[in-house]
């Protein structure tokens, strides 16, 4: 190791130490905020629960048409509202047309909505969603996830590390100019006390 070299690592650890508290604090950050991401997810991520729920409506009116459902499910909310889409062809009726439904049943799974099933009265239920296609939608999701935090985690750990060897100086920078500062304001307020002396 050359001298320079020995130099600049002996300031860099003064450096350090001298201001390790807010080079923690810096760490702590991006190791919350990696945490942080990880947990809004965390329940499809770690634990694999994708958080699925189930919502009917019952007597309505709706009209299949271009592999999409139209109606109102209430007074105020239209099907487009919560999603529309057919995922099998006419949301698995026979053709396309006008339908008086005794249920329409939406199923939630990480936070999306899709048409499930539409019951006909005095009839069958046509289903639009099979277990496969849910099964398949989940473990796509938790697959994306996974690669998107993943390359979100790298980023904040290389991100952290890349700015680590300047943190010190940054820190001890900041300080001289704070310290500067504090000397420029007491300067001033001795020359406006002498000021007001001499009047």
């Known amino acids: ?21 807010w080079i923690f604090i810096h760490w702590g950050i991006f190791g919350f905020l990696g945490l942080f991401l990880l947990l809004i997810e965390a329940n499809l991520i770690i634990f694999n629960d994708a958080g699925i729920k189930y919502a009917s409506y ?38 396309e047309g006008h339908y008086t439904l005794s249920e329409l049943q939406f199923i939630t799974v990480n936070g999306e909505d899709f048409i499930k099933k539409m019951c006909v009265k005095n009839s069958a239920c046509y289903q639009n969603l099979f277990d496969e296609h849910i099964e398949a939608y989940v473990k796509k999701q938790r697959h994306y996830l996974i690669d998107e ?25 900041a300080k001289q100019r704070y310290r500067k500062m ?12 002498e000021t007001t002396i001499e009047l």
Not at 1 to 21: C, N
Not at 183 to 191: A, G, L, S, T
Request: glycine content about 4%; proline content about 3%; hydrophobic content about 40%.
């Open 1 to 21: 190791m050359t001298d320079k070299q020995f130099a600049f690592l002996q300031r860099f650890l003064f450096l350090f130490y001298r201001h390790k508290k």
């Open 149 to 173: 935090y993943g390359r979100i985690f790298w980023l904040l750990v290389l991100t952290s590390f890349l700015s680590f060897p300047f943190m010190p100086y940054q820190l001890e920078h």
């Open 58 to 95: 019952y007597d309505l009116t709706v009209e299949i048409k271009d592999n999409r459902v139209y109606g109102k499910l209430n007074q105020y909310i239209e099907v487009k509202h919560r999603n529309n889409h057919c995922y099998t062809a006419h949301c698995g009726f026979p053709n």
């Open 182 to 193: 504090q000397e420029d304001v007491e300067f001033i307020q001795v020359k406006i006390e």
